[in-house]
C-alpha cells in the first residue's frame, strides 16, 4: 500500500512539473483580469530615410507607413497599413538632380474575426501569408537589414480575399501556426490582386525559441504557377541573438534563399554598447525558366552578402548602416545603405 | 539636394509629433492605480513576461511597454499577425497591463 502511495507521490510530482502554469479555473479569473482593460483604437507606423547606393547610383529612400488599429469588439479588430515611399534617384544615374515620384499603397485593410482559440478569420485586403518577411519583418523599424531579400517579389505583396488562420498550442512545448487563403483578381489602382489560393504552416516551439514552416501558393490564372517556401527563426535564450532564415523555389520565376543573423550587445558592460547589433546577411537567387516574368526579380543569377549595425536610439528612433557586395555573371557591385528609422505610437482615445 | 532636406524635415516633423516608445532597453515599469497593484498576481506576471519575450522576439526587440489601453489594443492585433494561441495573448495581456 505505502509503495502504491508513493508511485502515486511521485506520479503526482512528475506531472505536476509538466503541468500546464495554471488551472481552468485560474484561467477564468486569469482571462477575466487581463480583459479588464478595454483596448483604444491607435495609430501607429514606422517613417524611415534610408538612402542606398546600388553600384554608385544613390536612390534616397523615403517612407511613411501609417498603422490603423480599431479594435471594434472582444472579437473583431479591424487594422490596415497604408505606405507612401518615394524613391528619389539622379536624373543621370550618377549625377543630375534627383528626382522621382512617391507611391502610395494600401498594404492591408481587414477586419479581423477571433472565433475561437483555433481559428481567425480575415476578410479583407491582407498580407500575403507566404514564409515570414511578408508579413513579420517588412516594416523597416522592425527588419535587420534593409534592402529586400532577392526572393522577396516570389508570392508576396498583398492579396484580397478571405484567410482562416490561428495558433494552437499541441503541447506545452509546441504550438502550430497556420494560415489558409483565397484570394479574388482585382485590377483596381492601388488594390490590385492575383486570384491564389495558398497556406503557411509552421511549428514553434516556445523553451527553444525556434519556428520551422512551410508555405505553398498556387496561382489560379493566367500561368497558373506554384510557388514553394520554408522558413526558420531562432532566438536562443541565453543569447541575444537572431536567426532567421528563408528560401523560396517557383520552376518559371526562380529560386533562392536568404540567411541573416544578428547579435545585439545587450550584455556589455556599456550601457551605449547595449544599444547596438550587428547584422550580416548572405543570399543567392537563380532565374527560374521564365527569366524576367517577374520584373521584380534579378534578371541574373545573383549572390549578395551584406554586413551592418544598427544602433538604437531613445524614443523609437534606428540609426543603421550596412555595406554589401553583389555578385552576378555580368560583374560585381557594392552597395551602401545608411539611415534612421522610427516608430510611433499614437492612441486615439484615453490610454490609461 | 532640396528634395533632399525637404523630405527629411517632413519625416523629422511628422514622426516628432506622435507619441515615443523605444526598442532599446527592456521594457520600464508602467504605474497603475493602487488597487491593481494589490490584486497582482506574481505567477501570472512570470508567466505573461515569459511568453512576451518568447513570442515578441521572434518578429522585433523586446518592445517598451506603452499605455494599459494602448497594450491591450496591441496584443490583441498580435494574436492575429503573430498567430499567438489564445493562452499567449491571455498571459502578455495580463503581463502588458499590469
Known amino acids: 500500500m505505502k509503495q502504491a502511495l508513493a508511485k502515486l507521490c511521485v506520479a503526482a510530482m512528475v506531472y505536476s512539473g509538466f503541468a500546464p502554469p495554471a488551472t481552468a479555473q485560474d484561467n477564468t479569473e486569469l482571462r477575466a483580469a487581463a480583459e479588464e482593460t478595454k483596448p483604444v483604437p491607435v495609430l501607429s507606423g514606422g517613417a524611415a530615410f534610408v538612402p542606398t547606393w546600388d553600384s554608385g547610383n544613390p536612390d534616397l529612400v523615403s517612407i511613411i507607413s501609417p498603422v490603423l488599429l480599431v479594435p471594434v469588439n472582444r472579437n473583431l479588430i479591424f487594422e490596415s497599413r497604408a505606405e507612401f515611399e518615394g524613391d528619389f534617384v539622379r536624373r543621370n544615374g550618377n549625377s543630375g538632380d534627383f ?21 481567425t478569420f480575415t476578410v479583407g485586403r491582407f498580407l500575403t501569408p507566404f514564409n515570414i518577411f511578408n508579413e513579420r519583418l517588412y516594416p523597416n523599424w522592425i527588419r535587420n537589414t534593409q534592402t529586400d531579400p532577392l526572393i522577396y517579389p516570389i508570392a508576396t505583396g498583398s492579396d484580397n480575399g478571405l484567410m482562416v488562420r490561428g495558433g494552437v498550442s499541441l503541447d506545452k512545448d509546441v504550438t502550430l501556426n497556420y494560415a489558409v487563403y483565397f484570394s479574388a483578381l482585382s485590377t483596381i489602382d492601388h488594390f490590385e490582386s492575383e486570384r491564389h489560393a495558398g497556406l503557411r504552416a509552421g511549428l514553434f516551439f516556445p523553451h527553444r525559441r525556434l519556428e520551422i514552416g512551410v508555405s505553398e501558393q498556387h496561382q489560379l490564372q493566367d500561368s497558373r504557377f506554384n510557388r514553394f517556401g520554408s522558413y526558420l527563426e531562432w532566438q536562443p535564450v541565453r543569447v541575444p541573438f537572431d536567426l532567421r532564415a ?8 526562380g529560386n533562392g534563399l536568404w540567411v541573416e543573423g544578428a547579435y545585439r550587445f545587450r550584455n556589455a558592460p ?74 510611433f505610437v499614437i492612441p486615439l482615445g484615453p490610454a490609461q | ?83 499567438l494561441t489564445e493562452d499567449d495573448m491571455t498571459y502578455v495581456l495580463y503581463y502588458v497591463t499590469h
Request: aromatic share 10%.
Open chain 1, 99 to 119: 528626382t522621382g515620384a512617391i507611391g502610395k499603397s494600401l498594404e492591408y485593410a481587414e477586419f479581423d474575426y477571433i472565433g475561437n482559440k483555433y481559428v
Open chain 1, 246 to 253: 528563408e528560401g523560396t523555389y517557383s520552376r518559371e520565376e
Open chain 1, 270 to 343: 556599456a550601457s551605449l554598447l547595449r544599444r547596438a547589433q550587428v547584422v550580416g546577411r548572405t543570399q543567392i537567387f537563380h532565374t527560374g525558366t521564365l527569366a524576367g516574368i517577374n520584373p521584380d526579380l534579378p534578371d541574373l543569377d545573383t549572390k549578395r552578402t551584406e554586413f551592418g549595425v544598427n544602433y538604437y536610439l531613445n524614443d523609437g528612433w534606428k540609426a543603421l548602416a550596412t555595406y554589401g557586395r553583389t555578385f552576378t555573371s555580368s560583374g560585381e557591385s557594392n552597395i551602401w545603405t545608411v539611415g534612421m528609422t522610427y516608430r
Open chain 2, 1 to 83: 539636394m532640396k528634395t533632399l532636406w525637404t523630405i527629411f524635415l517632413g519625416i523629422t516633423i511628422a514622426t516628432g509629433t506622435a507619441n515615443a516608445g523605444s526598442a532599446a532597453e527592456a521594457p520600464p515599469p508602467v504605474t497603475q492605480p493602487a488597487a491593481v497593484v494589490a490584486d497582482l498576481n506574481p505567477q501570472w506576471i512570470a508567466e505573461g513576461e515569459k511568453r512576451f519575450r518568447a513570442n515578441c522576439g521572434r518578429c522585433h526587440q523586446s518592445p517598451h511597454k506603452f499605455q494599459p489601453r494602448v497594450m491591450a489594443t496591441a496584443v490583441r492585433h498580435m494574436r492575429v499577425r503573430g498567430m
